[in-house]
Nanobody
Framework: QVQLVESGGGLVQAGGSLRLSCVAS????????MGWFRQAPGKEREVVSA????????YYVDAVKGRFTIFRDNAKSTVYLQMNSLKPEDTATYYC????????????????WGHGTQVTVSS
């Protein structure tokens, strides 16, 4: 089992920045792909970004490319999502997830999920 706890969400004005953190505990963090997903009211959960265990492979959904950065600190069992130039359409609950695959961008490929942190971007 891997337990995931997200933090760092909040209310920010458009153009602002937030940094989300996800701390993992339980099984070895280093062997897992880590992903960030988001779900807005009335919409399906979508992948935002994913990073392989050593950071050698990174994925971003087109909507966040150039604005968001994912990185991880395996010594701290933590993955981060730096979000800059936030837009109202980024408003959602953001979830951290872990997968035992080499790389994964589909929600059904992730076995472990956090409870989410709310990000609200005002216009």
């Amino acid at each position: 089992q891997v337990q995931l706890v997200e933090s760092g969400g909040g209310l920010v004005q458009a153009g602002g920045s937030l940094r989300l953190s996800c701390v993992a505990s339980g099984r070895t963090f280093i062997g897992h792909v880590m992903g960030w997903f988001r779900q807005a009211p009335g919409k399906e959960r979508e992948v935002v970004s994913a990073i392989s265990w050593n950071g050698g492979s990174i994925y971003y959904v087109d909507a966040v490319k150039g604005r968001f950065t994912i990185f991880r600190d395996n010594a701290k069992s933590t993955v981060y999502l730096q979000m800059n130039s936030l837009k109202p359409e980024d408003t959602a609950t953001y979830y951290c997830a872990a997968s035992g695959l080499v790389m994964a961008v589909g929600a059904d490929e992730y076995e472990y999920w956090g409870h989410g942190t709310q990000v609200t971007v005002s216009s």
